[in-house]
Nanobody, 120 residues
Framework: VQLVESGGGLVQAGGSLRLSCAAS????????VGWFRQVPGKEREFVAA????????TYAEFVKGRFTISKDNDKKMVYLQMDNLKSEDTAVYYC??????????????WGQGTQVTVSS
């Protein structure tokens, strides 16, 4: 499975961005998917996940109510709508195919990442 993220950039605090992730290969419709993020010097952390249908979304506490994950099986796309962005959301965001949905979520495949920078 190949994953390619896009949509990152520079935005002011309080603004919005939508990240996109295009998938190819594999049986995309069957996969649970997720988003993670990483800042230099820190471990990559979980942000959000959705099951194979795009339903049952789960979020890290620090993005609940601000971020929304969605999955389009027909287009083989995953999205992360990010609203009310904060400076602490600045990171490289990674799309992933995941397993362990409902428990500790772990990634099987990663995209190359897209930089999100939020200015205060």
């Amino acid at each position: 499975v190949q994953l390619v993220e896009s949509g990152g950039g520079l935005v002011q605090a309080g603004g919005s961005l939508r990240l996109s992730c295009a998938a190819s290969g594999g049986t995309f419709w069957a996969y649970s998917v997720g988003w993670f993020r990483q800042v230099p010097g820190k471990e990559r952390e979980f942000v959000a996940a959705a099951d194979w249908s795009g339903g049952n979304p789960t979020y890290a506490e620090f993005v609940k109510g601000r971020f929304t994950i969605s999955k389009d099986n027909d287009k083989k796309m995953v999205y992360l709508q990010m609203d009310n962005l904060k400076s602490e959301d600045t990171a490289v965001y990674y799309c992933a195919v995941v397993h362990g949905y409902g428990g500790p979520i772990q990634a099987d495949y990663w995209g190359q990442g897209t930089q999100v920078t939020v200015s205060s």
